[in-house]
C-alpha cells in the first residue's frame, strides 16, 4: 500500500470519544478541586481506571502514594493521559507519572480541551506505552504439576495471585473467605480511607484494619494548614485557636458541606440525576441560594425510595452512641442531644434548636442533615454579622483538644464504622460508610 | 445444494475475524501483567479473583419444596375426595400441618424476604 493512512487516522481518531472519562486520585484539598472540576461537565466519571481515559490527580499528593498510585495508572487502557488539579497553595507536582498537563485551581473554566484531547491521543505522549516491567505479581508459570503454580488444588498461584481458602460463615458453611482492601481510592467513598476487609460472597465477615493513607499533620507546626485542608476545617481551627467565626461562614460552610455529602451520598445509591442537581444547583459560596430552593431539592431527592433503601441499615442506639462518644450528625441521629452550638449564648440569641432523629440508622443521619440545612439558611439569613466565641460545631460534629492532641469529628465516628461493617451485605456496607461522612484529611491532624 | 449456505458461512465468519483484526491493528493497547491487575479501589489485590460464590438457594429450593409437594399430592387427593370423605379431609389436614411446619421454618430463615 502505498496510501499514507496516518493523517487520515489521526483525524478518525478524534472522534473516538463521545465524552472524556477521568478516574479521580483525590489527595489534601483534592475532593473541592475534584468536585469544581466535575461541575464543568466536561468529563464523565469512570469509578476505576479501567473505564478511564483521564487519571487525574487532584490537590496536593502525598509522595507516600506514588507507588500504588502508579500501579493504578498502569491499569487505565490506551490512550490515556495523567493530569494534576493542582491547588492553590505551593507544593511538589505529583511523582511516579509524567504530568502532562497542569491546571490551576483558578483556571479550570480556560481548557483547552481539544489541545487536552490531542496530547491524549498522541502515540507519543510519554505514557501510551507500558510503564511497568510485564512481570506476574508472583512467579507460577511452569511450576506446580498442573503449571498451576503450586501444590495441590488450593496451593496454586494462577496469574501470581495464591486463591483465598475458606473459613466458616455465619451459618456454619465453609465458604471462601476472601481478603479485599476497600479503598483508599474508591471514587464514592472518602479518600484515603482503607478498609482491610474479610468478604464472603457480599458479606462482610470482619474488619481486620481501618487506616488513613494521609500522613499524620500536625496542626501547629505547619503554617500552610489553613487552606491545605479546606474552609470546612479552616473555620473549626480558627475556633479551636480561640478566634471569634461569623456564624454566617459557619452556616454556610455547614450546608455546602452537607449539599456536598448528599449529593455524593445520592450518586452512591444510584441516583445519578438528582445527585448531578445537587451539584450544580448552588456554587460554593451558596450566592442567590434560597430556603425553599434546597427544601425542594432535598425533597425531590427523597422520592423513588431512598427512605425504604436507607431504613434499618448501620442502626447505632442513642446507649451504644454514647458510649463510643459519637460526634455531629451522626450522634444526633441516634437521638443525642449533642450540638456545641447550643452552649453558645450567640446561638442561643437566634432560638437556634438542635435537631435529632431518633432511628439512629442511615436514613435518620441523612434526615439530620436534611433538616440542618433548611435550619442553617435560616440561621444565616438572622445572624446578619453576629459572631461565635466559643469552639464551635463543625458540619461534621465537634472538634476538641486533648491529651492525644487533636479530637477531630471523623476520628470520633470512625467508631461507629469499626463497630458495625462486619455482617452487612456489600452494598449496606458501602451506604453505612457513606452515610458517616468521614473525611480522612481531617482524621489525620492531631 | 448447500454450497450457497456454505459460501453465506465463511463470509460471515471471515468478515467478523477481518473487523477483529482490523480492530487490534488499528487500536493502541497494552497488554502485559501490571495492565491487566484486577481493580480493587486501590491497592493490590492479595488473592485471586476465582472465588466461590455462594447464592443461598437453599432458600428458594426450601419453598419450592413446600409448595410443590403441596400440589404434587393435592391433585390426586381432588380426584378421591368425595368417596373417601372426612377420612381424606383429615389426612390432607394433618399433610397441611405439617408443611406450614416448614413454611414456618422457612420465614424464620428469612426465605420471603428479598435482598
Excluded at chain 1, 490515556?80 to 493542582?86: D, K, N, S
Excluded at chain 2, 491497592?43 to 413446600?66: E, K, T
Aim: charged residues 25%.
Amino acid at each position: 500500500m502505498g496510501l499514507n493512512a496516518e493523517p487520515l487516522l489521526a483525524h478518525l481518531r478524534r472522534f473516538a470519544f463521545a465524552s472524556v472519562h477521568a478516574f479521580p486520585i483525590l489527595g489534601w484539598g483534592g475532593a473541592e478541586l475534584w468536585r469544581r472540576f466535575r461541575k464543568l461537565q466536561a468529563v464523565d466519571v469512570s469509578y476505576g481506571p479501567h473505564g478511564a481515559d483521564l487519571f487525574v490527580f487532584a490537590g496536593e499528593i502525598p509522595v507516600e502514594w506514588e507507588e500504588h498510585t502508579r500501579s493504578l495508572f498502569e491499569t487505565v487502557p490506551l490512550p490515556r493521559l495523567a493530569i494534576w488539579l493542582r491547588p492553590d497553595w505551593r507544593c511538589e507536582v505529583p511523582t511516579g507519572i509524567p504530568i502532562a498537563y497542569v491546571i490551576e485551581s483558578g483556571a479550570f473554566h480556560r481548557l483547552n480541551w481539544t489541545d487536552i484531547r490531542t496530547r491524549l491521543l498522541d502515540p507519543d505522549n510519554g505514557v501510551n506505552k507500558p510503564l511497568l516491567a510485564d512481570r506476574p505479581p508472583a512467579p507460577w508459570r511452569g511450576l506446580g504439576d498442573h503449571s498451576q503454580g503450586g501444590e495441590g488444588m488450593m496451593g496454586g498461584k494462577p496469574y501470581g495471585r495464591p486463591m483465598a481458602m475458606t473459613a466458616d460463615d455465619i451459618d456454619d458453611l465453609s465458604l471462601d473467605d476472601v481478603p479485599m482492601a476497600l479503598g483508599p481510592h474508591f471514587p464514592n467513598l472518602p479518600s484515603g480511607l482503607e478498609l482491610e476487609l474479610r468478604v464472603q460472597g457480599d458479606r462482610i465477615r470482619t474488619v481486620e484494619a481501618v487506616r488513613n493513607h494521609f500522613p499524620v499533620v500536625n496542626i501547629d507546626a505547619n503554617g500552610s494548614l489553613q487552606t491545605k485542608v479546606g474552609i470546612v476545617n479552616w473555620l473549626t481551627l480558627a475556633a479551636l485557636r480561640g478566634e471569634p467565626v461569623r456564624i454566617a461562614d459557619l452556616e454556610r460552610a455547614r450546608v455546602c458541606s452537607h449539599l456536598a455529602w448528599m449529593a455524593d451520598f445520592l450518586a452512591l445509591s444510584g441516583r445519578d440525576s438528582v445527585a448531578r442537581r445537587f451539584r450544580h444547583a448552588f456554587d460554593d459560596a451558596l450566592v442567590a441560594a434560597r430556603v425553599g430552593d434546597i427544601a425542594k431539592l432535598i425533597r425531590r431527592a427523597e422520592w423513588g425510595g431512598l427512605q425504604q433503601q436507607l431504613r434499618g441499615v448501620g442502626v447505632t442506639d442513642a446507649k451504644e452512641a454514647a458510649r463510643l462518644n459519637l460526634t455531629g450528625p451522626v450522634a444526633r441521629a441516634s437521638g443525642l442531644a449533642r450540638d456545641g452550638r447550643a452552649k453558645d449564648p450567640a446561638y442561643q440569641a437566634l432560638d437556634f434548636a438542635i435537631q435529632t432523629e431518633t432511628a439512629g440508622d442511615s436514613w435518620a443521619r441523612w434526615r439530620v442533615r436534611a433538616r440542618e440545612c433548611v435550619q442553617s439558611m435560616e440561621l444565616i439569613r438572622r445572624a446578619g454579622e453576629t459572631l461565635s466565641e466559643a469552639p464551635p460545631e463543625g458540619p461534621r460534629g465537634e472538634s476538641s483538644k486533648n491529651a492525644d492532641g487533636l479530637r477531630t469529628p471523623t476520628t470520633a465516628n470512625l467508631a461507629a464504622l469499626k463497630a458495625h461493617l462486619f455482617t452487612l451485605e456489600w452494598f449496606e456496607a458501602l451506604l453505612f460508610i457513606a452515610s458517616l461522612d468521614l473525611d480522612m484529611q481531617e482524621a489525620a491532624l492531631r | 445444494m448447500y454450497l450457497n449456505a456454505l459460501l453465506f458461512a465463511l463470509f460471515g465468519v471471515g468478515f467478523a475475524l477481518v473487523l477483529l483484526w482490523v480492530g487490534r491493528k488499528l487500536s493502541p493497547h497494552i497488554n502485559t501483567e501490571p495492565a491487566r491487575r484486577p481493580f480493587e479501589s486501590g491497592m493490590d489485590p492479595q488473592v485471586h479473583a476465582w472465588n466461590r460464590f455462594h447464592v443461598r438457594y437453599l432458600n428458594y429450593a426450601l419453598i419450592f419444596l413446600l409448595f410443590d409437594m403441596e400440589m404434587a399430592f393435592m391433585y390426586p387427593w381432588a380426584v378421591v375426595f368425595l368417596d373417601v370423605g372426612w377420612k381424606a379431609f383429615m389426612e390432607m389436614g394433618m399433610f397441611i400441618v405439617i408443611l406450614v411446619l416448614g413454611i414456618l421454618y422457612a420465614w424464620r430463615e428469612k426465605a420471603f424476604e428479598w435482598d
